[in-house]
């Protein structure tokens, strides 16, 4: 069985609009990738209806309520309108008694755990936990941080829809009663942690808990190297975007965009969800690269997903970056089947190479390849 998870298959697929045989085309999705991008119109209304069916099964709302006479939620880009009683997109924040409840600063619905450093980040390969980065003002040892470990919290909760994502499992817990103070957080980091790292889901529906917990855990570590980073679909309101830029900044932090994909109408079909705020939230961000160059303050990823990102999307995607900073780091990570698309390959050595090769002749200086033991070596 591991022999097998690991093997490319070969696939074609048949396009349900333009009938063309592509390389690689999802079931589950119906549609080329060509289609998606020019005629979708055409292709989104049964594609949304894969995204509300996969949110049904978890008791998500299928889409950002709107209601005329709810409370505003100014979180994340998704700008819910929540009446009494409902949820918003993201499942967290909801209407009790006319007020607006849940994702607040005391609670959280998250899983955290401690990893031994260097751990499998996103930016293991120019961050100080993998590195040593910064040393030795933002790192605990001139290379990786060998001994020491990270803080890593899970939110249970996100403001995108990914049919492919890897940790689609947050969605059962959700609505779990369970929650954890930012205090009860902070305080699980000892003399040991020299980072913590905000995932999931994504922190950006909770960020208020994360920020609050940041701020206690910088406060109980002040003697001692401690940095705060984010992995997340940047999608979070700009006012929050600052706080926490400010935060990674000042700790040694980094904050790790996930650019899923640079079409609207393919990132729509994949996420669920524009990805307008995201890119906007990053070209923001891109701005303060220079305040501090070592370690690396913003870092950007993206997941090859076959037959969907190609080399068009990391073309467009490597352009923007480089526009904006060539100095900032992008990760190429290799696809592994999951949630939806299980009937996709995993990302082939070519795909992953040609893609490098790519976003380096857009004139980016540091791109890596993760997650080489998923690649295989054809479609």
Known sequence: ??????????????????????????????????????????????????????????GLPEVPPRNPGGIFCDQCHN??????????????????????????????????YHDPLPTNCVADFVCPAGTGSGYPRFARKAGPERGYKNLAVFYHACSFNCLYCQNYHFKEYTFSSRKITSRELAEAADIWTSCVCYFGGDPSPQILHAIKAAKLALKKTQDMPFRICWETNGAMSPKYRDIIAEISLKSGGCIKFDLKAWNENLHKALCGVSNGQTLGNFKELGKLVPLRKEPPFLIASTLLVPGYVDYEEISAIAKFIADINPDIPYSLLGFYPDFKLKDLPTTSREHAVKSKQIAESKGLKNVNIGNVHLLGDNY
């Open 79 to 112: 700008r819910c309108q929540i009446g009494e009683g409902e949820v918003g997109y993201c499942g967290i924040r909801r209407v009790e008694d006319g007020k607006l409840v849940g994702g607040r600063p005391h609670e959280g619905n998250l899983y955290y």
């Open 1 to 58: 069985m591991i022999f097998k998870r690991f093997i490319n298959r070969s696939r074609t697929g048949t396009c349900k609009l333009c009938g063309a045989r592509s390389n690689v085309v999802s079931d589950i999705i119906g549609y080329c990738v060509d289609c998606i991008r020019n005629d979708f119109d055409k292709v989104w209304p049964e594609i949304e209806e894969v995204h509300k069916k996969s949110r049904r099964e978890f």
